[in-house]
């Protein structure tokens, strides 16, 4: 059975993350599995996506050469999103 919350969930964080990486994609299956286990964990979308965002701003910022080539890269980046959301609200 799909659960379109949960499709909806992946749906927007892969448009966020290939509209930062300037080109079409889809998440590789690693990608895909930590997007599910954030979305079971009740990550929200908002602190994912300002996760990513935050993590490509410091990669622009600092390291020239670098990409972001996995949701791997921004996992700490969410971490921190989430925790910070959860201090604001709290």
């Not at 919350?5 to 599995?33: H, M, N, V």
């Not at 490509?56 to 989430?82: D, H, M, P, Y």
Request: aromatic share 12%.
């Amino acid at each position: 059975m799909r659960d379109p919350r949960l499709e909806s969930y992946c749906e927007q964080i892969e448009t966020f993350f290939f509209r930062w990486k300037g080109r079409p994609g889809s998440l590789s299956p690693e990608d895909f599995a930590r997007v599910k286990r954030w979305f079971s964990e009740g990550v929200s979308v908002e602190a994912v996506l300002l996760g990513i965002d935050t993590a490509f701003q410091t990669l622009q910022s600092g390291r020239e050469g670098e990409e972001v080539n996995s949701l791997a890269f921004c996992e700490s980046f969410v971490r921190k999103a989430l925790q910070q959301r959860k201090h604001d609200s709290g």
